[in-house]
């Protein structure tokens, strides 16, 4: 009786070239490696995986078979995953900043329950490991105001934050992020980040910022009765001095306004959503 044909050596051993088209496989499916997006180079590749090039070769012709993979002149290879595309329109991105107490995180909360898309709330997110770093670094964990936590641990706060945002927008997902955003906003060059990263998955952003009173805040503030805010209310005509009333974030947005009297935050929302539901 005649041997069954044995597979090719690589296949047997499950060498490099498995394990990198399994990566890669893993990676499209996922949504990191976008449809349509064009791969690095074979040489880049062999170089990433520290393999040689007819390495890569191989684990490019085994996504080439599954279809996954489009093979175009000069070695230049497209992913190709319709099925795993966002959907026509993209996912949509509310970014919502705002003072302390403004209630951006409410009008975030409001605008998730009504779409049912995923919340991402700064001190939600993050608080648990900042107060721990802080606490190792010697520092009150509710501490908001010394050098330590705005140079160190605040901007690492916020690279988590918009990790979570870009990982969400890989999957297609839509997504409230509330936080406040205020050096954020305040920077050009990191509000255009924000748009080309959105764009970049076909998304729709709108960006938000929630005004509100001093006298609102205050009493919003005393209401949640967090430990974070002791400074603010120990010190509350000169943190209140501090604060821009008139801020305008350096990107085009919507205003919504959470004083007393102002329309409901409900309706507010609906008004964003409708007016998004149009694009």
Sequence with gaps: MTDQPRPPEELQRGTAALVI????????????????????GTRSLAQTWNTSVATINRAMALLAEEGLVVNRARSSRIVHNPAGAADRQGPRVILIGGYAGSGKTELGRIIARQTGWAILDKDTTTRAVVE???EHLGHSPHDRES??????IRPAEYEALMAA??????CGSSVVVTAPFIKELSDEAWCDRLSATVAAYNGILRVVWVHCDPITMLTYIRRRGAARDDYKLANW???????DAAFTPKIAHIR????A???????????????????
């Design 21 to 40: 088209a399994q990566a890669i496989r893993n990676d499209i499916q996922a949504g990191r490696l976008a449809h349509g997006r064009q791969l690095p």
């Design 132 to 134: 721990a770093a802080l």
């Design 147 to 152: 050098e330590t936590y705005l140079a160190v």
């Design 165 to 170: 945002l870009d990982e969400n927008l890989q």
């Design 237 to 243: 005509n000169e943190y209140i001095g501090r604060l």
């Design 256 to 259: 919504v306004d959470n004083s």
């Design 261 to 279: 009297g102002a329309r409901p935050l409900q309706e507010q929302a609906k008004d964003l959503l409708s007016e998004m539901a149009e694009q």
